[in-house]
């Protein structure tokens, strides 16, 4: 069934200017206008008419460019890394669309804040025993430094997951360790579970990342010695100064009520070692200004100079999804970071902060573009925050994704196309209308009476609408591809080209002169003297060099 609606005429009017959109078939279907565009687009592109704009556009950039040439070789105070789970390119630039929408305008020349880091480079997010990823084999990399094998946390690739026997002896530490180590006060902030993939390979050694509470463990494993990653996360690095998102239901004993939804029983405590966690986070801390908060006004109630260690769980599983938010009682990220740096930045030896836009992922396991979007939006905003609140030159920032996804966007669609919108054509196989966003794979494959499901009719801009998949999938898969890397701050310039995704955390130690990169870091008015090793020939020419100009390796 064609769109009964849908113009013949093959017309669509967009920019003022009549576009001819069909390809040479008299009678293909075409989607009306109103249908497609987000915004009236008359007289919208006059000033990207003249070839003006874009060149004194491009002399703006070129001149900001020339700035960078002077690199920042400072040290860096501060680490702040920002993760968006299963944030692919294609979802940067979707979230970018969407971004600019939300504020009026078109959409695809919006900045975000990640767009405006200087240095952008590419990482390879293979894990050592898989060539698509999983989010816990990839957070071992860029935290702790090393590959490993998917479903394992804060252990090498000699450790195989599920096995218990394997962990001791292949522990890996993370850089908020190393950070740690160095006197630094450090933070956890994530819209998932404090005890899911990405946060817990910054605390835990564990060969299996569903082990949140040995409720979910195996009894040999239990046997064998290991420990489940909430308890892990108070017990490994026990100061931990900030942790906040959700997973309530892991630090409780098993059938205790949860404090928001003591009728649901699904979100109970599950602990069957009896062990009160928060309790006993609690009472540990009660002399060292330590607070545990559970919901925004608790949170927002508290003055960060009094707080030296801050337990924020917010829900019993993940937080809720950004678009379904209760604003009144449920921190959103950009909340929850404000509050963390306000905490951690009043340590003179500076913070090393992991912030990760978790459900950035699940919402494309689900097929749900518009959720997972707007939780990228979201953390885009936190980076914002982040950036009032910090400066580049005491503050290497890093903002980059674990691994991608099966989604993206085309369909050839006009400029402002509302970024959830129908593509302009019909298909020219089956007659029938498409959205721009698809899914390689995922819940969104629907066949109906042995054909595609025509989508006429379906709300397509629902919070929950599930596009259109090519494989029947009950959860959509990971992306294999590179994923972007956005640096700004000291020695952010390391961030270049195309590197291994472990490289990451070895770049912000050596910036913040932490873990086993200190040689370099005699201090010279807060910068990091950079010290190659080279060849004796080289060597010379170098001194050679410095004699006439000391500061070249400055």
């Not at 996360?233 to 900030?242: A, H, K, S």
């Not at 009032?388 to 994704?401: C, E, P």
């Amino acid at each position: 069934g064609q769109d009964s609606s849908a113009s013949q005429s093959g017309i669509v009017r967009a920019s003022g200017v009549t576009r001819q959109l069909h390809r040479g078939r008299q009678h293909e279907g075409v989607i009306p206008a109103h249908h497609l565009l987000l915004f009236d687009l008359e007289g919208f592109g006059e000033q990207e008419k003249d070839p003006k704009f874009w060149t004194a556009w491009a002399q703006r950039t070129l001149k900001n460019a020339l700035t960078l040439q002077t690199l920042n070789t400072n040290i860096a105070k501060n680490l702040i890394l920002f993760l968006g789970d299963g944030m692919g390119v294609p979802t940067v630039t979707a979230a970018r669309i969407l971004k600019g929408q939300l504020s009026g305008q078109s959409g695809e020349e919006t900045l975000l804040e990640m767009d405006k880091f200087p240095f952008v480079s590419l990482a390879k997010t293979y894990n050592t025993n898989a060539q698509v990823p999983d989010s816990a084999g990839t957070a071992t990399a860029y935290l702790c430094g090393v590959k490993a094998n998917e479903g394992t946390v804060g252990v090498n690739a000699a450790a195989v997951r599920s096995q218990c026997n394997t962990t001791k002896g292949n522990e890996v530490t993370s850089i908020l360790r190393w950070a740690k180590d160095a006197g630094k006060s450090v933070g956890i902030v994530t819209t998932t579970r404090v005890n899911h993939a990405t946060p817990s390979a910054a605390y835990a050694h564990c060969v299996d990342r569903d082990w949140y509470s040995d409720n979910e463990m195996p009894a040999d494993a239990l046997e064998t010695g290991c420990k489940d990653i909430a308890r892990q996360l108070f017990e490994n690095i026990p100061d931990i100064n900030v942790i906040m998102g959700g997973g309530r239901r892991y630090m409780f004993p098993r059938n205790t009520p949860d404090a928001e939804y003591p009728d649901m029983a699904k979100h109970n405590g599950t602990r069957k070692d009896g062990r009160n966690l928060v309790k006993e986070w609690t009472d540990r801390m009660s002399n060292k200004k330590g607070h545990y908060v559970w919901n925004k006004q608790q949170l927002l109630s508290l003055n960060p100079s009094n707080v030296d260690y801050l337990l924020g769980l917010f829900e019993p599983m993940d937080l809720t999804y950004d678009l379904e938010r209760n604003d009144e009682t449920d921190p959103s990220l950009t909340e929850m970071v404000d509050v963390a740096i306000k905490i951690l930045r009043k340590n003179p030896n500076g913070f090393y902060l992991l912030v990760e836009g978790g459900r950035i992922d699940h919402g494309h396991h689900e097929g749900k573009a518009k959720q997972a979007l707007y939780e990228a939006v979201e953390m885009d905003r936190a980076i914002g925050r982040a950036d009032l609140m910090t400066s580049i030159h005491d503050t290497l920032t890093i903002v980059t994704a674990d691994h991608s996804h099966m989604f993206n966007f085309g369909g050839y669609t006009a400029r402002g196309n509302t970024i959830f919108g129908l593509a302009p054509m019909l298909s020219d196989v089956d007659q029938k209308p498409y959205t721009s966003i698809i899914y390689g794979n995922g819940p969104g494959y629907k066949i109906v009476n042995g054909v595609r499901q025509n989508i006429t009719g379906v709300n397509y801009l629902d919070n929950n609408y599930q596009a259109q998949a090519a494989v029947p999938l009950v959860s959509e898969t990971h992306g294999g591809e590179d994923v972007a890397v956005f640096a700004k701050g000291p020695l952010a310039h390391l961030l270049h080209g195309v590197h291994e995704q472990n490289y990451i955390p070895h770049v912000m130690a050596y910036a913040a002169c932490i873990g086993q990169n200190r040689e370099h870091c005699t201090t010279n008015g807060g910068a990091a003297g950079l010290r190659p090793i080279v060849s004796s020939i080289a060597a010379l020419l170098t001194v050679s060099r410095l004699l006439v100009n000391p500061l070249i390796l400055k």
